[in-house]
């Protein structure tokens, strides 16, 4: 079945290390979206992609990084930069099609912890 | 900035009651609007999606409007059951930037009892 794959389910992270997130679709979309989501919280954007190796910083990008060396995948790296990484981590992809007009498909989500 | 607003944080009603959830936006320049359930630990599931261009859209027992002038949509949950408990997400989907990207709202948590 088509769809947006996230690994791992859970994840914890140890102070001053670094942490990647997976995020894998075969929905043959373009554009691939990172957001938080923190307890009574709205989702906030982290990063998105438009396509293959190009991607724009979301609200709060500080303390991230990603890559987008292929069209399938858009892994998230959570860096010792990020002094309150624990939330739930959510990537999403679209169709694009010149505008911002299609829906956004979700993953299941990571939770990401401190140890 | 795009501003999402959703009233009632929180709803709990009993099985087979009608229902109403409120979405408001600051911005009307908007491409669409979705409405998403989410179970708890899970990820976001996409119930309607309304174009800038309707009014309203229907699925099943839900139905969802949408007033842009007025910034204003509504997700109207008929008979309900159960199996509605969730949480319940507004976002619209803003013309701001060359990549159309969701402002999200804090959702409203749903409670249907037996």
């Known amino acids: 079945d088509g769809g947006i794959t996230q690994s791992p389910k859970y994840l914890f992270r140890k102070e001053g290390q670094n942490v990647t997130l997976s995020c894998e679709q075969n929905l043959n979309h373009d554009a691939m979206y990172w957001y938080r989501q923190d307890p009574g919280q709205g989702l906030r954007l982290i990063y998105y992609?438009?396509?293959?190796?190009?991607?724009q910083k979301g609200d709060i990008a500080e303390g991230y990084s990603v890559s987008r060396e292929k069209k399938e995948s858009f892994p998230l790296t959570v860096t010792s930069a990020q002094k309150n990484p624990t939330a739930f981590y959510l990537c999403?992809?679209?169709?694009?099609?010149?505008?911002?007009?299609?829906?956004?498909?979700f993953g299941d989500g990571t939770r990401l912890s401190i140890l | 900035k795009q501003e999402v607003t959703q009233i009632p944080a929180a709803l709990s009603v009993p099985e087979g009651e009608n229902l109403v959830l409120n979405c408001s936006f600051t911005?009307?320049?908007?491409?669409?609007l979705q409405w998403f359930r989410q179970d708890p630990g899970k990820g976001l599931t996409s119930l309607l999606l309304i174009q800038s261009s309707q009014r309203e859209q229907t699925s099943g027992r839900l139905n969802a409007s949408l007033d842009k002038s007025s910034g204003r949509s509504t997700l109207y949950i008929a008979a309900s059951q159960p199996g509605d408990s969730a949480t319940y997400l507004c976002a619209v989907n803003d013309r701001g930037s060359t990549l159309g990207r969701l402002y999200f709202g804090r959702g409203t948590q749903l409670t249907v009892w037996p």
């Open positions: 999403a992809s679209s169709i694009w099609t010149g505008g911002g007009d299609q829906p956004q498909h």
């Open positions: 911005d009307s320049a908007i491409y669409n």
């Open positions: 992609s438009q396509i293959v190796n190009d991607f």
